[in-house]
């Protein structure tokens, strides 16, 4: 992921709120307020999110008419996004961090967001603001800000997460909380949490609409990537698509590495509409493809077993995809950083590489499956070479239905 430098506070999420009250309000929006944004399109998993905090004038872009999505937020930034969209009155008095000074850009809101309750220092009244936020820390944040607590035993709600090991103690019953209150957006598999990975704009702006949601200060939209939104029911007229046919696809990363008899939960998105023979539109560009990746005898090969649609709409899917046979060869001396550059990595392919290579701290943006690479590294420590099963997911996995479609 781009790691971000210093911003202008002009160039940030920016938000405009009024009232008095312990819970946040929203403005009304100007009519010139920016709705759309040069690289955010229609079948943006976040659109809707972006567009309907945009439209009351909550979010902004940057003059190129961009929102840059997929930007990181640092705790600064984030703090200056809580300073301008919660409209709440002080719980606790001030405090002076040592690494912000006080005319620091962001020293109002940090002081703002830490008297709300919203956000704290680290030990020796430290801040770290320039520290990009993962997403567990938006979760707490929000979480403890508007004072949400658990209904029942957070290990219960934690449960549905298939990462949930890798929540921190300290959070677990703050992530709970925003789980049970619908505040928890996970994209692109809604039972990832992947909670220590950095936020990005576009995460930060969802789970900022939830927050207001759940105040009672917007309207619920349906979305796949609510955890615990209820599904919309499925359409009455079924329609067949039939064996044979191909459906294209598309992933974020130009790349995805797995280790030797490595199997990983993945999700795709499908890149063009799939229409019948009149033009109507069957399956929609964006529409999830759910299923794994695996080694298998020769390569490897995706395995798709569900379709998510805009709506909430789940329908199972008998597809594969090409066994992929391209491989990459993990050396000693090998440039981690090329290797991994804008790629997805099985848990057991990174163990690989940090074995091999000896850099135990991987640069790469996203590891699949939520497995630590820790518990895997025994299996290649003391080899001098392993061969990875290299995907190119755009141009390698469209996938083939072995079964008749039912929509």
Same mark, same amino acid.
């Given at each position: 992921m781009t790691h971000l430098t210093k911003r202008s506070s002009t160039a940030l999420l920016v938000a405009s709120f009024i009232g008095s009250s312990a819970l946040p309000f929203i403005s009304i929006a100007p009519t010139f307020a920016?709705?759309?944004? =040069?690289? %955010?399109? @229609? =079948?943006?998993?976040?659109q809707t999110f972006i567009q309907e905090l945009a439209s009351r004038d909550i979010i902004k872009g940057f003059p190129d008419g961009g929102f840059r999505p997929n930007d990181p937020v640092t705790r600064a930034q984030f703090a200056a996004m809580l300073s301008k969209a919660m409209n709440k009155a002080p719980i606790r008095g001030g405090v002076t961090f040592v690494d912000v000074s006080s005319n620091y850009w962001a020293a109002n809101a940090i002081q703002k967001s830490y008297t709300t309750g919203f956000m704290s220092g680290y030990p020796g009244n430290v801040f770290e603001p320039a520290q990009n936020i993962p997403r567990v820390q938006i979760l707490v944040s929000l979480s403890n800000g508007l004072g949400y607590s658990a209904s029942q035993a957070p290990e219960t709600i934690l449960q549905t997460y298939a990462d949930a090991a890798g929540i921190p103690n300290y959070a677990r019953n703050s992530v709970a909380a925003a789980?049970?209150? !619908?505040?928890?957006?996970?994209?692109? =598999?809604?039972?990832?949490?992947?909670?220590?990975?950095?936020?990005? !704009?576009?995460?930060?702006?969802?789970?900022?609409?939830? @927050?207001? %949601? !759940?105040?009672? $200060?917007?309207?619920?939209? @349906?979305?796949?990537?609510?955890?615990?939104?209820?599904?919309?029911?499925?359409? $009455?007229?079924? %329609?067949?698509?039939? @064996?044979?046919?191909?459906?294209?696809?598309?992933?974020?990363?130009?790349? /995805?590495?797995?280790?030797?008899?490595?199997? %990983?939960?993945?999700?795709?998105?499908?890149?063009?509409? /799939?229409?019948?023979?009149?033009?109507?539109i069957l399956i929609p560009t964006g529409t999830q493809v759910v299923g794994e990746l695996r080694t298998v005898s020769g390569g490897a090969q995706f395995f798709a077993s569900e379709l998510v649609f805009a709506n909430g709409r789940r329908v199972p899917i008998n597809a594969t995809s090409k066994v992929v046979t391209t491989t990459e060869q993990v050396q000693k001396g090998l440039s981690v950083g090329k290797l991994v550059q804008n790629a997805a990595l099985g848990a057991a392919a990174a163990a690989a590489i940090a074995a091999v290579t000896g850099d135990r701290a991987l640069a790469t943006e996203e590891i699949l499956g939520g497995a630590g690479i820790g518990t895997l590294l025994g299996l290649f420590i003391g080899r001098d070479s392993v061969t990875l099963a290299s995907v190119n997911p755009n141009t390698d996995l469209a996938v083939t239905l072995n079964s008749d479609l039912v929509l």
């Open positions: 920016q709705t759309t944004f =040069n690289d %955010v399109p @229609a =079948n943006y998993w976040a789980t049970e209150n !619908r505040m928890v957006v996970n994209y692109p =598999n809604v039972q990832f949490l992947n909670p220590n990975q950095t936020a990005t !704009r576009a995460e930060v702006a969802a789970f900022i609409y939830q @927050a207001l %949601v !759940r105040s009672g $200060q917007a309207t619920a939209i @349906a979305s796949p990537y609510i955890v615990g939104q209820v599904a919309t029911p499925p359409v $009455q007229n079924q %329609v067949r698509i039939p @064996a044979g046919n191909t459906i294209s696809v598309q992933y974020s990363k130009d790349k /995805i590495l797995l280790g030797p008899d490595e199997k %990983v939960p993945l999700t795709l998105s499908v890149s063009q509409n /799939i229409a019948n023979p009149q033009g109507t």
